[in-house]
């Protein structure tokens, strides 16, 4: 058994009040109790953060590496244009991760389709509303299942 992080960044705690025609009607606890079903029948657990605060999900992606975390599942949220500190966290502690977006972002504003974290990722999942994150996790399952 692996133990996955699902780390979500700013706003996401909005989910299911915030612009409900973009990014959907489930809110941010449903889908971590979806995606922790998910990893549970892969044999695998999940573990969720979610913050509005750069410094703090910097913080929780320290406190990964020592606590035996095998896999990120990240939305950055707004960070993605903007948080070279947060990619430079992930960087230092060389966990495997997956970045994931409720929308295309590659056909928003010209501003959201600048990732900081999309060169550096395992793989990337945009557009597919909250079942994105189920995506994720099995994706995570299966790129953990190869390693030797």
């Known amino acids: 058994m692996a133990r996955l992080l699902l780390l979500n960044g700013p706003n996401l705690n909005l989910l299911g009040s915030r612009e409900p025609d973009l990014y959907g009607a489930d809110t941010l606890a ?83 389709r600048q990732s900081y974290f999309s060169d550096i990722a395992a793989g990337c999942i945009v557009g597919l509303g909250t079942f994105g994150y189920e995506v994720a996790v099995r994706a995570a399952a299966r790129h953990l299942a190869r390693k030797p």
């Open 30 to 112: 449903s889908v971590e109790s979806r995606a922790a079903a998910v990893a549970a029948e892969a044999g695998h657990e999940l573990v969720a953060f979610q913050s509005n605060a750069e410094h703090l999900l910097i913080e929780r992606v320290h406190q990964a590496a020592r606590e035996s975390i095998a896999f990120l599942i990240v939305n950055p949220g707004a960070f993605t244009h903007t948080s070279i500190a947060l990619r430079d966290a992930i960087l230092a502690v060389r966990l495997p991760f997956i970045e994931v977006h409720l929308t295309n972002i590659h056909a928003r504003e010209p501003f959201r």
